[in-house]
Nanobody
């Protein structure tokens, strides 16, 4: 069992930066691939970035490439999403999720989810 708690969301002007954190409980955090997803009002939840259990492999949605960086610290049971050059289109609730088997972009394959943190980009 893994419990996830996101933090770090907020209101940011276009072009600004935010760092989201996702703290995990459970001794097996280091064995999970982790992903960040987001969901805007009226839209489906979408993949943003993912990282393998070791941190050695990462993957990004096209919308995040070059602007967002995912990282993890297994000693702290925490995964991060550093976001820069934020746009109003980045406004959404951001969720972290854990997947026991492999790094994937598919929502339905993730086993555990946090409650989300709101990110609002203002123009």
């Amino acid at each position: 069992q893994v419990q996830l708690v996101e933090s770090g969301g907020g209101l940011v002007q276009a072009g600004g930066s935010l760092r989201l954190s996702c703290a995990a409980s459970g001794r097996t955090f280091s064995s999970y691939a982790m992903g960040w997803f987001r969901q805007a009002p009226g839209k489906e939840r979408e993949f943003v970035a993912g990282i393998s259990w070791s941190g050695g492999r990462t993957y990004y949605a096209d919308s995040a490439k070059g602007r967002f960086t995912i990282s993890r610290d297994n000693a702290k049971n925490t995964v991060y999403l550093q976001m820069s050059s934020l746009k109003p289109d980045d406004t959404a609730v951001y969720y972290c999720a854990a997947e026991q088997e492999k790094l994937t972009t598919r929502v339905l394959e993730y086993d555990y989810w946090g409650q989300g943190t709101q990110v609002t980009g203002s123009s």
